[in-house]
């Protein structure tokens, strides 16, 4: 049970960092607040100074008020231009993002902490120059001028180069394919590690109705619960739900799993007994989240989707790239090969009693296996070197299987694969090549179902 919670708590901590952390003013926003208060420390100090209680170093900046002021006015001057060619650089750069990777993947890069830190640390720097300059002005013992202040800004100037160089060498690399498909299968492993674990409950017996029973009986006389709004599904609080179903004694069945869109007003979720129903749909609202776009914390999928987006226009005969697909393809199938051997998701949920209180509609093994060999079998129409990638990613995915149905699956997209081949690929040769590794995965599939595995 503590188990379960961890991972509950988990998996709602990574949805919560990820909606965090897809845009482009929370970490601008942190380190202007780190500006000012920065700001404020140095201007107590230099008004010790000023007050002839605290001697500064002497590697301070001395000079007069006027030359302090044109010292800032040229640094905020240069820093704020300096913030509207990182911003044309970074547009430019979701643009190419956009065209050549496909516009889901500019979450991809509005997400990325480099350039979030990037931007921020001009804004920062342009913050606490404007500061600096306004503090500059009379006083009791003549024009007041923060020495060490301005000191500190010039060093976060030199700061700032070293920041704007970075960002170039950055943006150049992080635009590469190899990277960006790298990045992607990157969170697509860390969805499977937190998706993936050991079943739901272990808290002793299990009680109450199994769930055949349970489904027949939400079937038969389920109550529905409206989708309160429109959008696609992120994230569910399981142990949320669990918490209303014990209290009301109830059974609740989700329709829908991450990743699904949502009507307002169409069926989100059935409940039994069917009187529960309203109380559900008034308290639903703590339990899930809806949003104009899906995310990775509980929609492995997402990341399978966005790796078979690049593969397939990578295909298209506008781009015709397709080492591109070879490579999301390869990613794939690392992907595929730990779903295999550790993905085990669990479509019920317990309460402290053993009884099932919340059935789910995990993504399966099969469907994820379809989603990412599918749709790029469909576009590889006459290209043998992509179908024979594809069936070397089946046989590496075959010999981390577990069971028998497993395999089937493998050995049915084998099968299409086979017959795309013989259909679409004019050259007997290549044809011959296809069929040889088609040939290797029946046997792995023969090999493993005699060893029993």
Known sequence: MVRTVIRGVHLESQWRREALRTNLWLVPSLEVVLA?????????LDRAAYRGTLALPSWV??????????????????LITVVGVVFSIMIVTLTLASTQFGPRMLRTFIRDR?????????????????????????????DFVPHLSITVCLALVLADLAVLIYFI??????????????????????????????????GGVEQGPTTDELHARLDASGGMVPAPSSGYLQFVRHRTLV???????????????????????????TVWPAEAAPEVARSFARAHITGSSR?????????VDQLV?????????????TFTALACIDWLGESLCRIAAHWQPNPVHRDAEGRIRVITVPVSYDRLVQRAFEKIRQSA?????????????????????????????????????????????????????????????????????????
């Open 295 to 303: 995310t990775l914390a509980q929609d492995i999928s997402f990341a």
């Open 36 to 44: 000012v208060v920065l700001f404020l420390g140095t201007l107590s």
């Open 61 to 78: 900046i001395s000079g007069s008020a006027d030359a302090a002021r044109q010292i800032l006015a040229a640094i905020a001057a240069a």
């Open 114 to 142: 480099s350039t979030q830190l990037t931007l921020g640390t001009f804004v920062a720097t342009f913050v606490y120059a404007i500061l600096s300059l306004v503090a500059i002005g009379p006083g009791s013992h003549g």
């Open 309 to 321: 987006e690049i593969a397939i226009r990578a295909l298209s005969s506008a781009v015709n790239d």
């Open 381 to 453: 129409h006459g290209m043998p070197a992509v179908l024979i990638r594809q069936l070397d990613a089946l046989a590496e995915i075959m010999a981390e299987t577990t069971g028998p149905e497993q395999r089937r699956v493998l050995v049915a997209q084998a099968e299409m694969i086979e017959r795309v081949s013989t259909g679409t690929v004019p050259e007997a040769a290549d044809r011959e090549d296809v069929h040889r590794r088609y040939l290797t995965v029946l046997a792995l599939h023969q090999r493993l179902d005699g060893a029993g595995r």
């Open 169 to 202: 060498h950055h943006i150049a690399t992080s635009i590469q394919l190899p990277r960006v498909i790298a990045g992607i299968a990157a969170e697509l492993s860390e969805a499977i590690e937190a998706g993936a674990g050991e079943p739901e409950w272990s």
């Open 243 to 269: 918490r209303i179903a014990t209290e009301l004694d109830a059974v609740i069945r989700l329709d829908h799993r991450p990743g699904h869109f949502l009507v307002r007003g169409h069926q989100l979720a």
